[in-house]
């Protein structure tokens, strides 16, 4: 809102207002094998599941192989061995592949994200009285941060009963940490160029975001 970079050039040309938007909580790598990894290097050749675009990127950096397929072929994938892991949050992994099936997983940087937003066209936008606008954006800004706030609680509660059940903590030292962060950040630069190449201000995008999240911690 308010003259954003993402309401100037994607939302408004599109004749749209965002009320809503949520971020789910970071995926994360989960293991199904009994041998955990211990290091960014022993994600190698793992077949992982993943939700396509980025989180493919990110994976195939890390020299995995993304597979993409319904949430509901999941826990027999994994049950059959044709699945090594998946990349989804710990909620997540608690309603696709409950029980045992899962052995080990990262924790702390995640590994990409899905946002969604809900919004409305400009065009009704106008027509509505200005107190009926006045309480949608004051509810709309209530139920993102709120939103926002029990993912994040219900993440921490999905991820205490992952470690109660018996997974393990994957602990990348200080240089794995490394490694990530540079796939990570390469990844962003390849999705903000990409998008620069198709006319869409995706560096101009990515150095804004970048600067927001540095600004709210």
Known sequence: HNGGILEREEFAPNQLRPLVTIALPAYQVQLAGARP?????????????TTGGTADLT??????????????GIRESLSRGTLDG???PYQGSDAYAPGKLLKSGTEGPGFGHVMFTYAIGQLK??????????????????????????????EAAATGRARASGM??????????GVLNEAFARVSQDWAQDLDRRGK?????????????????
């Open 37 to 49: 990894a211990r290091s960014a290097r022993d994600l190698e050749g793992l077949r992982i599941r």
């Open 201 to 217: 201000p995706g560096t101009a995008v990515l150095k804004a975001f970048t600067a927001a999240v540095a600004a709210s911690r």
């Open 86 to 88: 998946i990349l989804l």
């Open 59 to 72: 994976m195939r950096l890390l020299k995995s192989v993304p597979v993409r397929m319904a949430e509901s």
């Open 168 to 177: 393990q903590a994957i602990p990348f030292d200080a240089a794995d940490k």
């Open 125 to 154: 936008w106008r027509t509505l009285p200005e107190k009926v606008r006045r309480i949608l954006d004051e509810a709309g800004e209530q139920v993102t941060r709120e939103g926002c706030r029990r993912l994040e609680d219900q």
